[in-house]
């Protein structure tokens, strides 16, 4: 990846809290006939610097996962098109793109076991759920036999946060105010994001 080195993000905690907050990743195998790609949320186990989910067995993917392989695996964090006249100046601007985004590489492999499967399944579910699933269930349990789960050792996380740090501080204030008040639910996301990585405060964004 691309990665100039006022937009190259290495604490490994700001990395970690995006994979978190944006699960819903893009995995991408290569193999013999090409690349496999397959999108899918994911866990971060930071104890174990591995990423836990599952997939179909329809899913190409598990025939490709019969031995380990390389993966890269990326997770997208908030974006948003920033316009020339976000800035100060918008004479002095062109339009760009802001964007948060990491790549995890790594090895994925498959998880068969179907205690460890299950383990996989509560966890992804506890994310966002207050309860798990009951295993005991015959009509639960017989879902597992179309499933298994995958682990990913991570060997490098890489991390992108292109939010105009190259702009001074009171164009970033502004640029985080122009957005703070679209009307596109995700340009507020985005503008939230920008204000929380750059250390802008709240009250120096008001209208």
């Known amino acids: 990846m691309y990665q100039p080195a006022m937009f190259r993000e290495v604490n490994q905690v700001v990395l970690h809290e995006?994979?978190?907050?944006?699960?819903?990743?893009?995995?991408?195998?290569?193999?013999s006939d090409g690349v496999e790609?397959?999108?899918?949320?994911?866990v971060l186990d930071t104890t174990k610097q591995k990423l836990i989910g599952h997939i179909a067995k329809a899913n190409p993917l598990f025939k490709i996962l019969s031995s380990s392989a390389a993966v890269t695996v990326i997770f997208n964090g908030e974006h948003g098109y920033i316009s020339p006249s976000y800035y100060l100046q918008p004479e002095q601007n062109v339009p760009t793109w802001n964007y948060a985004v990491v790549?995890?590489?790594?090895?994925i492999?498959?998880?068969?076991?179907?205690?460890?499967?299950?383990?996989?399944?509560?966890h992804l579910q506890l994310q966002y759920?207050?309860?798990?699933?009951?295993?005991?269930?015959?009509?639960?349990s017989a879902q597992l036999k179309g499933?298994?789960?995958i682990e990913i050792d991570i060997r490098e996380l890489q991390g992108k946060?292109?939010?105009?740090?190259?702009?001074?501080?009171?164009?970033?204030?502004?640029?985080?105010?122009?957005?703070a008040?679209?009307?596109?639910t995700s340009d507020v996301k985005l503008a939230e994001f920008m204000q929380d990585y750059l250390g802008i405060k709240p009250e120096l964004i008001k209208s």
């Open 129 to 140: 759920d207050v309860t798990t699933t009951d295993w005991s269930n015959p009509k639960m």
């Open 161 to 179: 946060f292109k939010l105009s740090q190259n702009k001074e501080t009171d164009e970033q204030k502004h640029l985080v105010q122009q957005l």
């Open 37 to 42: 790609i397959s999108h899918l949320p994911l």
């Open 147 to 149: 499933i298994s789960g």
């Open 18 to 31: 995006l994979i978190h907050d944006f699960p819903f990743a893009t995995v991408m195998v290569m193999h």
């Open 103 to 107: 790549h995890a590489l790594g090895v």
């Open 109 to 122: 492999s498959l998880i068969t076991d179907e205690n460890k499967l299950m383990d996989i399944l509560d």
């Open 181 to 184: 008040k679209s009307n596109s």
